[in-house]
DNA sequence: CTGGCTCACTGGACTAGCCTCTTAGACAGT
DNA sequence: ACTGTCTAAGAGGCTAGTCCAGTGAGCCAG
């Protein structure tokens, strides 16, 4: 799953030992119906099983330790976490790769909040920055471009606006899903100007500090720009994709 | 669960040369400006650099790549993703560490949502998973407890009535970042009484089938369980950041 | 110009060994 | 009996050295 590989190539990567490793040891900590807290047999003896050094078995128990399934402790061995989240969050992340519309509803949320704080908490600064993006995105519009870069930047400011790096990092995350998702863009490229029209909607509430009218413009706009089919995923030239720009940025929400 | 690490002590962990090698990397690659495709210098040559061996760097190369920093090929080298974003969210986690007062805020806009969907969504399966979940907190707290397991279960089961994945990976994420805060419990220990009255009020719309209603009655819940203040948040001696055991459990949301 | 070969370089993995830390049990001293 | 100290077995941490296996640039013959 996941990297270039537009034309269905894809650069075969030798698999490495640490990762089957990994798998097995998932596995066997599920047979072995070990509980949180429980210990897993020693390197020497686990690496002999499974037919490893023991330098490899300790390259998959620093995996399994990032993933958040085991700690490991010097002189008394490798303990399983008190829960598995964090691996199945990442496992639920890669494999069952999350369906549009729920990416689209988790965002929604979040930017409704954010609307709702930016509004009650924006500095001037902060208000600036949501002017300045009308102004570029405008501007574009103007010049015939759909105004990705402006949405853009909106919704960057909007986000920060709200100062809470938690959210922002929430975001982020879904962001991530996106492109995890490779789905280009969840906008539609018609109707700019109602796009526009609804940003500026919210931009005066976020003025005017009134943070329940945020929300609902922000809802209003996102209702507005969702209802439409993604993109055809306009298939982009080569393995084009390392730029982090391109792609995703505005998902015309 | 677990019994260890009442009292705000935690387990010292001595800390792991391949960790602190991630952080030298990430900071190199920071500085070299190292862009998305660009090549980490060779093991031998890293190894050396950082006056480690190549068995060691090459288990902190495993933790940049299921970090999702780097991707390692054979014969090729460690290459750099094509989006370091992951590692940022990561580094934005550890680094900054997110305080209390967002987390929560972040935490009720996710309970919230989902108080509404599972309304709208639940299953009668769903149903009797809640429903067991006040059973089950009914019990504890008719026992003198103040319920946190069945406050747990619950939470987990509207969660889960909700049907969104994104959302609940987004929580599972929030439900990290309170480890790594090791903040012990933000619910407070009295009035248990009140919660469970609040709790029943969730169900009850969620059963009607009322999204807007389980919204409203999430909220109250939440504003009534968080107006304390949080554990005094032992300071941490050192570096300490493996979360680990204790706390966190039931956040009394 | 194409195809095949070679070789220097890169990561993959193993082995053997020594270090530090943890823990439990023996063995005092009280 | 209780308590503190010591010790040794066993756990993980890390290193150094060695060999194997891909990669890719460059050379050279067809």
Known sequence: MEKTARAGLERVTRPRLYEQLVEQILAYIE?????????????????????????????ALVALEVLGVIDVQHGTGAVLARRPSVASVVKGLREHQSRLPEIVEARSTLEVKLATLAAE????????????????????????????????????????????????????????MILETRMESLGQPGRPEQSLASHRKIADAVRAQDGDAAAKAMLAHIELVSDVEPAPLAADPLRGDNASSSGLESTGI
Do not use: C, N
């Open 31 to 59: 047979s072995a119906q070990l509980r949180p807290g429980d210990l897993l047999p020693a390197e020497r003896d686990l690496a002999e099983r499974l037919g490893v050094s023991r330098a490899t078995l300790a390259q």
């Open 121 to 176: 908490r924006r500095t001037d600064q902060d208000l600036s920055a949501i002017e300045h993006a009308l102004d570029v995105m405008a501007k574009e519009i103007d010049g015939g471009d759909r105004g990705a870069h402006g949405d853009e930047l909106f919704h960057e400011a909007i986000t920060a606006a709200a100062h809470s790096s938690v959210l922002a990092q929430l975001m982020a995350f879904i962001a991530e």
